[in-house]
């Protein structure tokens, strides 16, 4: 039964489980890196796969259904990072009103611009229909098939891990961003705004979360449906905390959970063993409790995560 | 005063209320329209008794105060509420809908017409809701009261299934059996907190996932057969001695679907309001909640308190479970979007956490659910507007800061306006 085929299709699937996880986790990452908790992910990737499904349909281009989801997931963050940072409001709370907001505007659009509830139509062409085998790389036994002959939003996640971890380490916005969920006061002090930098971080999640949710409907499937992310902004928060809040760390553990997803799903199409598919199904949520136990103590969140920062205005 | 007054006076006024309350919320308005609104009268009279008793026993300025402060803690609400409603209507008026219209189907479904089903959709949501309020008191968040509803739901089935006991017996042990399963389902994400600090925020929500497709096993294994199309995806009917009375068995006209699940969920409400201002238990537990360190020097532990709020909390969710199993469908369907957890939180959070508020809002969100559903039967309008009138409330409710930004910039402005007048004055 477990033959080469099926380990190299296991990992590829991996990898296309995992996307979506990697891409919230790292936006999560810089996110929490400037002192903003973003439990809003859920709702951003949420926006971000209704818009990208729509767009894509209606415009019969899914580049420009990308281009929605991120754009839409970009502005929906804004409230998070309104609500938080200027209206200091706790961030968890505010993160929990805007994964419910996010699930009525879906529901309410979707009948509004579709027309009824449920799945929205498929879209004429999906970025699936986009994959390309990088020449030569692609040939490599496993590795090719994994990372070289994949579907675009997936290559670009590959390129955003690499790259914010350039900008997190090595550029002065990084830093004044880390330094904002470090020691906010101290990046006041020289003259750099933390209410700037923290709009910045969560704008950025916002980005990504959206390309997450644009590669829920349009790449890694035709349509969007009601609730299709189904926990994951919740796993990638699982992932940034195993991952120690690093975007390669964040894109490690989201390997992880794409690979429990991948099994669950072999497990429950084969049959290895007899058991209800629900005990499939429930074996990530399970790994992830385990992860976040297991793996939490080792890492280390930023210092100043989850609280407010207010600048005192002097009455003039 | 007099000491005998004071408790005739409580006594007048716990009778009124209780009797107004199931006046009012057993009615079905389409017949029973008198028992209605005798219900609401009698409640106020039970409030003109409290604010009475309390002027007699403080004096009258004590009682501009205590009024002063009432309506300060409402303004807020409702001031986020009459927006809400605003912008939706503006929403609606947008994408082509009346929206007044849409109202008047929404309250009069909501409030009148469908009055029974708000009560319906209200008991289970002030269940989960005390459940996350609870929590929030020992700084947790119980954003997983979904799963611990399930755990209510599956643990209350099954003991209702086979225990056969007279009901005033069997349904206490069917109630304690279903608190003790949510009870024990947060052991595990209390452990992890207290052990290795792992947020309940991911936990309980992963769990939550876990018990949402246990649901499915349970029923399969107790009743539900997915060959069959008598019922694939539910359970066997409950022992009808395990069924929660209904308010048709004492008042005439009420609606049959109509159980005392509401009566029981306020007086839920009213022991935990009881059990965390006047009791040591709750002390300790605000005190952790408000300031680790200061609760920790004043030899609080503040593992035992986390243990003990992430359980009470995950027991009350089971009661929403409870609610629905043994008052309005007597049996367990499979239905992997109930989400009375998920709504539980905003219910929660848009009573600030206050045990007595919640319920309060959550016959506010139910008569919304209500409302919404009458309303996009009879005027084609999405119910879905009703989800989004929802969020609005609730952004504009928690986000507090908006109106101290909005009163220091007014009061700015004042003085600016007085200084100016002094300025040319001068």
């Known amino acids: ?108 659009l979707m009948v509004l611009i579709v027309g009824h509830p449920g799945t929205s139509d498929p879209i004429p062409v999906g970025l699936s229909d986009y994959q390309f085998a990088i020449p030569v790389l692609s040939r490599i036994p496993v590795i090719g098939p994994m990372f070289f002959n994949q579907t675009p939003i997936v290559y670009m996640s590959f390129v955003l891990i690499i790259l914010f971890t350039w900008f997190l380490f090595k550029t002065k916005t990084g830093l004044h961003i880390r330094s904002a969920g470090e020691h906010p006061l101290a990046l006041e002090t020289i003259g750099v705004s933390v209410y700037k930098m923290r709009y910045l971080g969560v704008l950025v999640s916002g980005m990504v979360g959206g390309l997450a949710g644009a590669y829920l409907s349009i790449e890694n499937n035709v349509s969007f449906t009601e609730g299709m992310t189904n926990g994951r902004g919740f796993i990638a928060m699982a992932a940034m905390i195993s991952g120690g809040w690093h975007p390669v760390g964040a894109f490690l553990a989201a390997l992880f959970f794409g690979f429990a997803d991948a099994l669950q799903v072999r497990f429950q199409v084969f049959k290895i063993v007899d058991l209800p598919e629900e005990v499939f199904i429930i074996f990530p949520y399970v790994l992830t409790v385990i992860a976040v136990a297991g793996l939490v103590r080792k890492s280390r969140p930023p210092k100043a995560v989850g609280t407010d920062f207010m600048i005192e205005r002097s009455e003039d | 005063m007099n000491r005998t007054y004071s408790t005739a006076l409580n006594a007048v006024m716990v009778v009124l209320g209780a009797i107004g309350s199931i006046l009012w919320l057993g009615a079905t308005f389409r017949s029973g329209e008198t028992y209605y609104f005798w219900g609401i009268w009698l409640i106020v009279a039970a409030a003109g008794v409290y604010l009475v008793r309390y002027t007699l026993e403080n004096g009258r300025d004590e009682l501009l105060a205590l009024v002063r402060k009432s309506l300060r803690s409402v303004v807020v609400p409702v001031m986020g509420i009459v927006v809400a409603i605003l912008i939706g209507g503006v929403l609606m008026a947008i994408t082509g809908y009346d929206p007044i219209a849409a109202y008047q189907a929404l309250f009069y479904g909501g409030l009148v017409r ?145 159980h005392t699940g509401i009566l029981l969920a306020i007086i839920v409400a009213l022991v935990i309001n009881f059990l965390l201002y006047k009791t040591r238990i709750g002390f300790e537990i605000r005190a952790v909640g408000e300031n680790k360190d200061a609760a920790r020097a004043q030899g609080i532990s503040v593992g035992k308190n986390i243990f003990r709020a992430l359980l009470i909390a995950g027991a009350l969710a089971a009661l929403a479970g409870f609610n629905q199993v043994n008052g309005l469908d007597h049996k367990l369907f499979e239905n992997l979007q109930a989400g009375y957890g998920w709504n539980g939180i905003s219910v929660a959070l848009l009573a600030g956490g206050n045990p007595v508020g919640v319920v309060f809002t959550g016959l506010l969100w139910g008569m919304l659910d209500a409302g919404g559903q009458f309303m996009s039967r009879t005027t084609q309008t999405p119910s879905a507007i009703v989800e989004i009138v929802k969020g609005i409330i609730l952004f504009l409710v928690v986000a507090r800061y908006i109106y101290t930004a909005i009163s220091q910039w007014w009061k700015r402005r004042k003085q600016k306006q007085t200084t100016a007048v002094a300025a040319g004055q001068a």
Request: glycine content about 8%; overall charge neutral; aromatic content about 12%.
């Open chain 1, 1 to 108: 039964m477990i033959t080469f085929d099926f380990i190299v299709n296991l990992l590829v699937a991996t990898i296309r489980l995992s996307t979506p996880i990697t891409l919230a986790a790292i936006g999560a990452v810089i996110c929490e890196r400037s002192g903003i908790v973003n439990i809003a992910m859920e709702g951003i990737m949420l926006i971000g796969a209704f818009f990208a499904a729509i767009v894509a349909f209606y415009s019969g281009n899914p580049w420009l259904g990308l281009l929605a989801g991120i754009f839409f997931g970009a502005i929906f963050s804004l409230l998070h990072a309104f609500a938080t940072v200027s209206l200091h409001l706790d961030h968890v709370v505010s993160g929990a009103v805007l994964n419910i907001l996010a699930l009525g505007l879906t529901r309410y």
């Open chain 2, 114 to 258: 469908n009055w029974h089903i708000s009560v319906l959709n209200a008991a289970p949501l002030i269940f989960t809701a005390l459940s996350v309020a609870f929590a929030f008191k020992a700084g947790l968040f119980n954003i997983g009261a979904e799963g611990q509803y399930y755990l209510g739901a599956m643990g209350a089935t099954w003991a209702s299934l086979y225990l056969g006991l007279p009901g005033i017996i069997s349904i206490p042990l069917v109630f304690i059996f279903a608190a003790l399963l949510g009870a024990a389902w947060n052991v595990v994400p209390a452990f992890l907190k207290v052990k290795t600090g792992a947020h309940e925020v991911i936990t309980t929500m992963m769990l939550a996932h876990v018990a949402r497709y246990l649901s499915p096993v349970f029923i399969r294994a107790n009743g539900g057969d997915p060959a069959t199309s008598l019922h694939p995806y539910v359970t066997f009917e409950i022992l009808e001695n395990n069924m929660l009375p209904s308010f048709s068995q004492f008042m005439e006209h009420a609606n049959y679907r109509v």
